[in-house]
């Protein structure tokens, strides 16, 4: 039995007696006709949730997801300029280092004084009386090396001997010798006997820094 001229029924007329239909309609007691569904598509709300891609169409299958990119290690050329900055700076400290600490070990300056107490002259003197105890030659240096030697030699330059009456002219009296470890250093001499007196005249003390000359002091007893 045919019901129109095409597939959508726009030819069809209902038997009579019977209400008439639309012409996309079916006839009475038959299914209605198949009427295409426009495709799927996702509300624009929920088109691009939490920033993942949007869903396909209705009955097409899920893109593959493409997994995050991986952290890749710094470009060379960051990695050189870092490089080059950190060589700069140790350059230039090197530089400043050598600008600014003295490269050899020299004597700052001399002094006399008759004690020493908590590492400090008591006074600072350049004549001393025949019954001193001690006498001390206090040595500072710019900078500290423990690979360096500095040696103090006493000399009596013009002295008598008042017990003896002994006539002293450039007499050697001691070498004494230390580390450069401190930047002040104590050198002294000290009477062998109670009874002893230093005899009366000027003195000299030469600085010598790894045997090399640096600088000279003088004092006196009276």
């Given at each position: 039995m045919t019901y129109g001229g095409d597939t959508n029924n726009a030819g069809w007329q209902p038997p009579p007696g019977q209400p008439p239909q639309p012409p996309s309609g079916a006839p009475p007691g038959m299914p209605p006709a198949y009427i295409p569904q426009p495709p799927y598509t996702q509300p624009p709300q929920y088109a691009n949730p939490y920033g993942q891609q949007p869903y396909p169409p209705y009955g097409q299958p899920l893109p593959p997801q493409q997994p995050p990119p991986?952290?890749?290690?710094?470009?060379?050329?960051?990695?050189?300029?870092?490089?080059?900055?950190?060589?700069?700076?140790?350059?230039?400290?090197?530089?400043?280092?050598?600008?600014?600490?003295?490269?050899?070990?020299?004597?700052?300056?001399?002094?006399?004084?008759?004690?020493?107490?908590?590492?400090?002259?008591?006074?600072?003197?350049?004549?001393?009386?025949?019954?001193?105890?001690?006498?001390?030659c206090i040595v500072r240096l710019n900078r500290t090396d423990n690979n360096v030697t500095v040696r103090t030699e006493w000399t009596a330059v013009s002295a008598v001997d008042t017990r003896t009456k002994r006539q002293l002219s450039n007499?050697?009296?001691?070498?004494?010798?230390?580390?450069?470890?401190?930047?002040?250093?104590?050198?002294?001499?000290?009477?062998?006997?109670?009874?002893?007196?230093?005899p009366v005249g000027t003195y000299k003390v030469?600085?010598?820094?790894?045997?090399?000359?640096?600088?000279?002091?003088?004092?006196?007893?009276?």
């Open positions: 991986k952290a890749g290690n710094p470009p060379l050329r960051i990695i050189l300029i870092v490089c080059g900055i950190i060589i700069g700076l140790l350059c230039v400290g090197v530089l400043v280092a050598r600008n600014t600490l003295p490269r050899t070990v020299e004597v700052s300056s001399i002094s006399f004084t008759h004690d020493v107490q908590n590492k400090k002259p008591v006074d600072d003197v350049t004549t001393f009386r025949t019954t001193d105890p001690n006498i001390h007499f050697y009296l001691d070498t004494i010798e230390q580390d450069a470890s401190s930047t002040g250093l104590d050198f002294f001499l000290y009477k062998k006997a109670p009874g002893d007196t230093w030469d600085i010598y820094v790894n045997n090399v000359l640096q600088q000279s002091g003088t004092f006196s007893v009276t």
